[in-house]
């Protein structure tokens, strides 16, 4: 028993997912704070995956929720080392301030 | 497309759609970045409910145990340890470095709108019809399997790494005591 | 056929209720199991054999003063209690209590919501229930709040992995990720605790854990950290992060049912829901029982058992299952 789909077309969907993407990426050129950058990429990560997911309903085809899944574990293992990261650097009493942090000898 | 059937998903649809937008500009415009994180996961909680409305239930628990649930743990974690400190992002008026974030997101937008809209605006309006078990675990359990087990067992790899480079950013770091005693 | 939206609404309200009011004569229940566990009796006072306890500290409680530290910050510290709450309260949405029934021509589902990935939706839940502590712990801008709420989180979060592994054993076995179909299963062929003790064990274990129940309490025991979360908290919004705690426990409980004891299957009536409510409260039995006799473990130790031992087992279990599942 197939279905069509309920609500929006998937050219809604991939609006949002742009906006997404695009308040990510502004969230990352524009905060100073490491810990907002990091927050700001999972959003342009999330409307990626928005974008995936719709792609996948538009095609009937279930390789973009693979694909989505494989992202959203990425995402884990970014957040894991870019957290660990920032932890480390406060431990050493450096600022939290991505445009003081520029060279790799603190 | 719009009747009377649909009145309720398209409720839903415009309630979680602009939860979201307005959770992601929450998330860049925040002082506090617990609020940041906050907004964030109430981000995740309206892409599950898009994911639910997109037939991709499976995603959209995965997105809400993992990603919201723990991903989003640790990063508050880590918030709260580290305080609060944060800049205010508009303070001051804005100066020549935000004006070009803010042009560059713009464009950025509208690239994407751009490049989408002339490559495929017209295939867009069909959508395939799927059956009810798209987007359940039987269905991707299955794709991962057969048809994309590599992209699977990489992830794993992936996974591995990260949990160890996880253990060894947060160790202790007895070298840095040994180079200080010198 | 399936049941109209207004008998999942009324349900609803109804198994809310019917929890809640389990959630009033647990807390009765388990004074009055530790009482005698410790050779005195119970509450008795309030209402005959201490029924009217519960109606007792719930107007006590109420009519204790909430004081609000000036220093919190407001919405998170309102809020924090009440997530913790609701996720408690959600996961009862897709527990089956019975086989379905016939009401004049309506048909009436034994669970409100049968949806394909019912096991997931309580992990998540699970999952979310975990902020009311954290945002509660740092909105009360406390150094005790925040390090007691800290160490809770790590602590659910440690567990919360071998929770999901020690169940993907009964998932093989059922082949399905929906309560009802593991229910059904297990009506047919056997209840999954005796193929899968170690994964009921490590279920169990992982349970305490995530429900913060005695031994792995550290967080609430008072001369750790003064009083871990809710220490900023008191009157009814303590009250409610107790609701939360023993609602949690009753749903880890319902769900070992579910998963592991054949639901409300039962052996001579076809009394669902009256077979459901009885191992329900074996369940809980043992818990307050374990309450009452084992001493708490420390926190490092709670750590290490947590990632060295039952991880470990609980995926072991997993590979095992799998592997004999494929074989036969």
Sequence with gaps: ?106 | MFDAGNTLVWIVWIVAAFACLGSGIAVVSFTNPFFSALALIGNLGALAVLYLLLSAEFVAAAQVLVYAGAVMVMFLFVIAYLGGRADAPWAGGPSWQQVGAVAAAGAILVEIVVAIGLKAGGRLAHQQHVLSSFGSPHAIGRLFLTDHLLAFEITSIVLLVAAIGGVILGSHSRKLAGEKAL | MTEPWWISLIKAFLIINLVMLAFAYTTLLERKLLGRMQLRYGPNRAGPYGSLQPIADLIKLIRKESFFPSSAIDLPYIVAPVISMFTALAAFSVIPFGAGWHLWHWHVDGEIANVSIALIVVFALGSLGIYGFIIGGWASESKYSLLGSMRTCAQLVSYEVSLALSVLGVVLMAGSLSLVDIVHKQGTTIPYAAPQVIGLLCFFVAGIAETNRAPFDLPEADTELVAGYHTEYSGMRWGLFQTAEYINMITLSALMVTLFFAGWHGPYAPLGPLWFFLKLLAVVSIFIWLKATLPRLRYDQLMRFGWKVLLPVATLNAVVTAALVVAF
């Design chain 1, 1 to 106: 028993m197939t279905l069509g789909i309920l609500g929006p077309e998937v050219s809604w969907y991939l609006a949002v997912a742009a906006f997404l993407f695009a308040t990510g990426a502004l969230g990352v050129l524009l905060r100073r704070s490491p810990l907002i950058v990091l927050l700001s990429l999972e959003i342009m990560l999330n409307g990626a995956n928005l974008a995936l997911i719709a792609f996948a309903r538009h095609q009937g085809n279930g390789a973009g929720q693979i694909f989505a899944l494989a992202v959203m574990a990425v995402a884990a293992s970014e957040v894991v080392v870019g957290l660990g990261l920032i932890v480390a650097i406060s431990r050493r009493n450096l600022d939290l301030d991505v445009d003081k942090l520029r060279t790799l000898r603190g």
